[in-house]
């Protein structure tokens, strides 16, 4: 299939994703093109993989460029000139809306394309539910060929939220487990000190705070360290809790990795203390390569990790919780090792690249013999002749 992918090529989940499976797509023959304005930081270039930068032109008129026209000018600029047969889009606003009107610039005279979407949790959670884009997400929704959500608590929540007819299909988040794997971890520390490790974009729904929080706790009890990878608007916040609280000299701030596969080896517990993720792609990523995951017991996270299986989920909020849970997985030599052992075998069995892509690609398929079926049905006679 020739398919283009459009996504946010930030260090979030959704660009994570999006990325990982145009190339994952490519790799298994298919003709792949990414589409965006900046290219995604891990976008690693291969056979049958394109990438389209998208040009945001400035131009006195418009007080602020037109980032979503652009998009759906080169989209359809693409798809008429590659002979397209899926926009695949993550995040329903912008990318669905861009693709939807690239598809619509289309339909006169040149190459008709589908349009499917993938939902990733803030389009719905955060942007969706704003006054200002809920009805064009909706619409957006309604409009595209196909709707996935990356879990069943993200489908539910959609459906709630947009009152539609169809919750989206689920197709979950995946690993690459060639990449993210345990090969090379850190053993159960002998004298040197445990690592804790959080990564994210330490926005106020990933409550960065309540990481540093329990990592002041453990180091009550143990002797421990804290690597926080990622940036964003509560970082700089994050660094004078953790001086109040005398852990500074502990914790190391790096900011972005695009590379993080050695970073989980190299630690003994991730936490993801969210007040809620749709899924929660970085617990996955850590559980392959054998590190157990600490996480609140809200959201699509509760369907990537089980608890006490590979990992621990405690109530949202619950310092005191959090922390016993943690020393009870750092403290115990064989507990951990249990754990470790869990995380990468359930991530395998159940996440794992080549299970879950071949799901997007029956998804495809599904949404072009539908329309195919529709077409072939509203222009067919009773002999198959065109009425």
């Known amino acids: 299939m020739k398919i283009a992918i459009s996504c946010h090529p930030s260090h979030g989940g959704s660009g994570v994703v999006a990325t990982e499976?145009?190339?994952?797509?490519?790799?298994?023959?298919?003709?792949?093109?990414?589409?965006?304005?900046t290219r995604p930081f891990r976008l690693v270039d291969r056979p049958r993989l394109h990438f389209h930068k998208v040009n945001i032109t400035a131009y006195p008129l418009f007080k602020y460029p037109p980032h979503d026209l652009c998009l759906a000018n080169k989209m359809a600029e693409v798809a008429a000139a590659e002979k397209l047969d899926i926009i695949h889009a993550h995040y329903a606003v912008p990318h669905t809306v861009s693709a939807i009107l690239a598809r619509e610039m289309l339909c006169v005279c040149e190459?008709?394309?589908?349009?499917?979407?993938?939902?990733?949790?803030?389009?719905?959670?955060?942007?969706?539910?704003?006054?200002?884009?809920?009805?064009v997400c909706r619409w957006s929704?309604?409009?595209?060929?196909?709707?996935?959500?990356?879990?069943?608590?993200?489908?539910?929540?959609?459906?709630?939220?947009?009152?539609?007819?169809?919750?989206?299909?689920?197709?979950?988040?995946?690993?690459?487990c060639d990449r993210f794997h345990p090969n090379g971890r850190a053993g159960y520390p002998d004298g040197q000190p445990f690592r804790l490790l959080h990564a994210s974009n330490f926005r106020p729904v990933k409550r960065v705070f309540d990481i540093i929080r329990v990592f002041e706790r453990v180091r009550r009890e143990i002797d421990a360290e804290l690597v926080m990878i990622g940036d964003g608007p509560e970082r700089g916040l994050a660094q004078e809790l953790a001086a109040e609280l005398g852990v500074c000299r502990y914790t190391q701030f790096i900011g972005n990795q695009a590379e993080m596969s050695q970073a989980y080896r190299d630690s003994h517990l991730y936490l993801l203390?969210?007040?809620?993720?749709?899924?929660?792609?970085?617990?996955?990523?850590?559980?392959?390569?054998?590190?157990?995951v600490l996480g609140t017991s809200s959201g699509g996270l509760r369907e990537v990790i089980v608890n006490e299986v590979g990992g621990m989920l405690r109530p949202v909020g619950d310092i005191e919780a959090l922390s016993r849970a943690a020393l009870d997985i750092l403290k115990d030599a064989d507990n951990w090792q249990c754990q470790s052992r869990q995380?990468?075998?359930?991530?395998?069995?159940?996440?794992?690249?080549?299970?879950?892509?071949?799901?997007?690609?029956?998804?495809?398929?599904?949404?072009?013999?539908?329309e195919?079926?529709?077409?072939?049905?509203?222009?067919?006679?009773?002999?198959?002749?065109?009425?």
């Not at 499976?21 to 304005?37: F, K, S």
């Not at 394309?113 to 389009?123: I, M, Q, S």
């Not at 409009?143 to 539910?156: F, I, Q, Y």
């Not at 079926?373 to 198959?384: A, F, I, K, L």
């Open 343 to 370: 995380a990468r075998d359930f991530a395998r069995a159940t996440f794992c690249m080549t299970k879950i892509v071949p799901q997007y690609e029956a998804f495809y398929r599904q949404v072009m013999e539908r």
């Open 273 to 292: 203390l969210s007040e809620y993720e749709s899924f929660g792609l970085s617990a996955l990523e850590a559980m392959a390569c054998g590190t157990p």
């Open 21 to 37: 499976l145009a190339m994952a797509l490519a790799d298994r023959g298919h003709e792949v093109h990414v589409i965006c304005h």
């Open 141 to 176: 929704m309604l409009k595209c060929h196909g709707l996935t959500g990356v879990s069943d608590w993200l489908a539910e929540r959609t459906v709630q939220a947009f009152d539609l007819p169809d919750p989206p299909q689920v197709i979950a988040n995946f690993v690459d």
């Open 111 to 135: 190459h008709p394309v589908k349009v499917v979407t993938t939902l990733h949790g803030t389009d719905i959670t955060l942007v969706g539910s704003h006054d200002d884009f809920r009805r």
């Open 372 to 387: 195919e079926h529709e077409v072939h049905t509203q222009h067919s006679g009773p002999r198959g002749t065109t009425e």
